[in-house]
């Protein structure tokens, strides 16, 4: 069954880094748009960052700019997110979305995204 599988959540404390890793497994995710988004404890699930299928076209939700980098390694079939400088407010349960294949445009909703994994939490510390 082709899913998704998100790794290297953790606790971490303020100011620390950590990277999040998604591989497809039985997906082929090098013809899929790929998106991370979070669930904070007790909030609605919002959108994190974007990696076109193209390869030409990236994208970060603004209050995230600068702190977190999404990309992409298609030999792998992984998507990576790495984030810096961490916040108490960061802490989430965060997920990888795979859009349908070749998919136009940028999904930055959720619910454009058909396929997801299951989530690794974050845990940051002040």
């Known amino acids: 069954q082709a899913q998704l599988v998100e790794s290297g959540g953790g606790s971490v404390q303020a100011g620390g880094s950590l990277r999040l890793t998604c591989v497809g497994s039985?997906?082929?995710?090098?013809?899929?748009?790929m998106g991370w988004f979070r669930q904070p404890p007790g909030k609605e699930r919002e959108f994190v960052a974007a990696d076109k299928w193209t390869g030409d076209s990236t994208h970060y939700a603004d209050s995230l700019k600068g702190r977190f980098t999404i990309s992409r390694d298609n030999a792998k079939n992984a998507v990576y997110l790495q984030m810096n400088s961490l916040k108490p407010e960061d802490t989430a349960v965060y997920y990888c979305?795979?859009?349908?294949?070749?998919?136009?445009?940028?999904?930055?909703?959720?619910?454009?995204?058909?396929?997801w994994g299951q989530g690794t939490q974050v845990t940051v510390s002040s």
């Open positions: 979305a795979a859009s349908a294949a070749l998919a136009v445009g940028v999904p930055f909703r959720g619910n454009d995204y058909p396929f």
């Open positions: 039985g997906r082929n995710i090098s013809v899929s748009t």
